[in-house]
């Protein structure tokens, strides 16, 4: 089984992710900026790391990512300043794939949104386009690296239960549920034909595993 590093371990979706791994029966590491949140982190099964990748150099992103087979990145700035958007969706996204490609690991899971790209369409005076900038400016990166990468973007996130089952043919945005999201990464990990593709989402009506080979 693989060695994972779930990078935003404590978002609403690594914490739904990282159980799921865990009962795979892969070992999984969870990054988190907080220490008040190692207790949630430990339940889920995951071991956790306190660390602030705001803040890492590419040397320090490397030897954290080292001996680790898949690096999962959940994290975000969450709203607020356009320059920490700047600093944690785009700039320490971008060190982690480079730490990634310079440690060896091979593979590396990034989660996006439905409409992120270079023609996101969002206008510069609305609060969301640090965000979508910064989204493009990653995934672009990712996509011109050497690692074995996919590119899960779902639409609108929900907190409804799970359904098992989504939808990677939508052309418009909508919604899915985080847990959907959460395996929807789970089941990337060991699936080689969503490797350097990018799968946009909603939910569905087509199993889960079989809308990731489709």
């Known amino acids: 089984m693989a060695r994972i590093l779930i990078i935003g371990g404590h978002g609403k979706v690594a914490q739904l992710l990282e159980p799921l791994l865990v009962d795979a029966g892969h070992s999984v590491t ?82 996006s949104y439905f409409g992120a790209g270079p023609d996101h369409g969002v206008d510069p005076a609305d609060a969301f386009f640090a965000y979508a900038e910064a989204k493009a ?34 052309t418009e945005a909508a919604t899915v549920s985080r847990a959907d999201v959460a395996a929807a990464l789970a089941a990337s990990v060991d699936e080689p034909l969503t490797i350097r593709r990018t799968i946009r989402f909603n939910t569905g009506d087509v199993p889960i595993a079989e809308a990731l080979r489709a």
């Not at 705001?54 to 999962?72: A, P």
């Not at 990166?141 to 989504?166: F, Y």
């Open 30 to 111: 969870a990054v988190f900026r907080n220490p008040d949140h190692e207790a949630d982190v430990t339940a889920t099964g995951a071991n956790a790391v306190v660390a602030d990748i705001e803040t890492f150099d590419t040397e320090q992103f490397t030897n954290l990512v080292s001996g680790n087979d898949v690096v999962v990145w959940t994290a975000g700035a969450g709203g607020g300043s356009p320059e920490r958007t700047w600093a944690v969706d785009r700039d320490a996204a971008v060190r982690s794939i480079d730490a990634a490609v310079a440690a060896g690991v091979p593979r590396y899971l990034m989660v």
């Open 137 to 170: 400016a990653a995934d672009a990166h990712l996509r011109e690296s050497t690692l074995d990468w996919t590119i899960l973007a779902p639409s609108g996130l929900t907190l409804d239960a799970p359904t098992g089952r989504i939808d990677t043919e939508a």
